[in-house]
């Protein structure tokens, strides 16, 4: 990655329906994010958060696709200053806000540098459509959308789709799938590596094995949903789902990612401090970055 870090605070909870991971951003601040990436030598500028719309001052709309125009504003502003530091040879880091965020994330990234690889690191798929959503949440959609799964809907001046290379997509930590979610996997052969593939093989041959897979030209991202950790470790996320990374293979996860060198750009999201305890998920998410931008114990 570049020694230059862009960081974006995209504080958007339309996605989803329990209130406070807007403040997400704000929590990974607080924790002394942008200290901890000035302690790796790197230079780290905050471009501050992106306009968002609130629940209280907006129509839900579409129950199908739930406040799909407010989200599509928020990513549209997210996928400028993602392109941005792209261009500018920068290394994109998003904070979340919900999983949804990451529409703007991907997209940004391929209008700027064409269509790429994805590693989700994530205990849901996010690979619903609007015909197959049981909430009509759109930050459980968002992957498919990127895929251009979800149709015409999801398209936006500011990206192309499918901003992401279907052929190079990875899923790690999955442990609750809907039903056409599985469907969506058969389909596309997105490889997927599961909580029970982690207890199997363990956490590093699971992540060698995705990046290696999602590797290739244009970018790769690394979104890292914080309920992929075990809630006894991060309790600060709004679905959470017991069986989790543990607090050590999450940081191993993050260690190989770093050691790969070949990402272009992070994003931690679903960071809810209202559901957290003394800001502990926010310090986490914080040390997580750090161990993917070089931290090591020696």
Known sequence: MPGRVAII???????????????????????GLAARLEELGLDTLDWGNVESAVAEAVVGGDERIRYLPQVKGTCGRIARLVSQAAREEMTPLVLGGDHSVALGTLGGLA???GPGGVLWIDAHADLNTPDTSPSGNVHGMVLAAALGLCGDEFESAEWRLPAVDPTRVALVGVRRLDPGEKQALGRHGIRIATMSDVDRIGIERCIREALAHVAGPGFVHVSLDADVIDPDVAPGVGTPVRGGLSYREAHLAMELVSEAGIATSLEVVEVNPILDRSNETAKLAVELLASALGARIL
């Open 9 to 31: 605070g995209a504080a958007l909870d339309l996605g989803q329906t329990r209130r406070g991971v807007d403040m997400g951003p704000s929590a990974i601040r607080y924790a």
């Open 111 to 113: 209008a700027a540098l």
